[in-house]
């Protein structure tokens, strides 16, 4: 049988997984080497040095661009290095359309290191680049792929989108007409908050090759142990989102019924994310009455849902985006109302989470 022919749950346990044809090992051996020897000059048998290719990082680039449907997949060493790589696919001037919703350090990136560039977070003629999240982090807007897709297509532009919060479980960007897909994989593929890293998919031979360039020639790769860590919380990824989803239906329930919050937002009643989404995600945001000093209170009194950035992990985490995740969007349009609290909702027993929630508000 084919990849393609293949169930998510079984792709994820197996591409790119075969087991170790010297050794027998069933799990993908982490392949320390920093060079491997040629059997003469520029004879070798597909590895010369890590940078440009490790065997334990191709397995974990086959196995997630197969779970994305795409033909190539490229393994960075945060989300942020897969974006900049991303990014220098442009040329000074290029114009980037960035959703209004958007992750802080993306925003940090564009408007503070790309400064060549311009970006607006509105539509406009002449766009060389798309840059959608959806859902977005922090507000969980939803933005349609496939008609977002169309319009960026007639500017000639490309259209990225940042399937962090979603997991190629939920959401196939590619299938709807995106040209690229980026990851931080750090967050949900990993899973268990041990580990950083960043992913590129596309499907156009041309992109893969100039970003597979970027990757080699800037460097900012994956350690083997790294690639292992992503490849072995991957293998989960399909049960873990159940569960992630499950929760999290449960706490906005909740949440929608509190007299002390104001507003909620998920996207289960979103028309676009049931078109283009299998479940709304793991992922929640609330802004609670009384302001930034409300939002910081309840940010600290949980017990079981940490203080802490980041997001995708098997536990519960909370922040306060306006001073943590999102500080560096403070005064610009992407600025995130400071009495809004985002939940990573993780995998815990859900009736733990509504307490410890209630509490924190109570």
Not at 183 to 204: E, I, M, P, Q, R
Request: charged residues 20%; contains cysteine; negative net charge.
């Amino acid at each position: 049988m084919t990849d393609d022919e293949l169930g998510f749950e079984t792709r994820a346990i197996h591409a790119g997984q075969d087991p170790d044809p010297t050794t027998g090992a069933v799990v993908t051996p982490i392949v320390l080497s920093s060079t491997f020897a040629q059997d003469e000059v520029g004879v070798h048998k597909g590895y010369e040095y890590s940078r440009s290719g490790n065997p334990t990082r191709t397995a974990l680039e086959q196995c997630v661009a197969s779970l994305e449907g795409a033909r190539h997949g490229l393994a960075f060493s945060s989300g942020l290095a897969a974006e900049d790589a991303v990014m220098r696919l442009l040329s000074p001037g290029d114009h980037v359309v960035l959703n209004k919703d958007a992750y802080g350090g993306t925003y940090r990136l564009l408007a503070k290191v790309h400064t060549s560039l311009t970006f607006t977070v509105e539509r406009a003629d002449g766009a060389r680049m798309v840059w959608v999240e959806t859902p977005s982090n922090p507000r969980l807007d939803v933005v349609d792929i496939a008609e977002t897709a169309a319009w960026a297509h007639e500017q000639g532009a490309l259209l990225v989108v940042d399937n962090t919060f979603a997991t190629p479980y939920l959401q196939n960007p590619l299938a709807l007409g995106a040209d690229i897909v980026v990851h931080s994989s750090t967050k949900y593929l990993g899973g268990h908050s041990d580990v950083v890293g960043g992913f590129v998919a596309v499907n156009d031979d041309e992109l893969a090759e100039r970003l597979r360039f970027l990757q080699n020639a800037a460097g900012g790769v994956p350690s083997p142990f790294d690639c292992y860590l992503v490849l072995r919380g991957v293998k989960t990824l399909g049960v873990r989102m159940d569960r992630h989803c499950a929760n999290a239906a449960a706490v906005v329930a909740m949440l929608r019924s509190h007299p002390k919050v104001e507003a909620v937002f998920y996207p289960d009643l979103s028309e676009v994310a049931a078109k283009q989404m299998r479940a709304p995600g793991g992922m929640v945001s609330f802004i609670v009455r009384g302001g930034e000093e409300a939002a910081r209170r309840v940010a600290a009194r949980t017990k079981l849902f940490t203080l802490a950035e980041s997001l995708g992990a098997v536990e519960s985490l909370i922040e306060h985006p306006a001073a943590m995740t999102h500080a560096s969007v403070a005064g610009s349009p992407l600025e995130v109302d400071p009495a809004l609290i985002r939940l990573s909702v993780g995998i815990e027993s859900v009736d733990d989470l509504v307490l410890d929630l209630l509490r924190a508000l109570d």
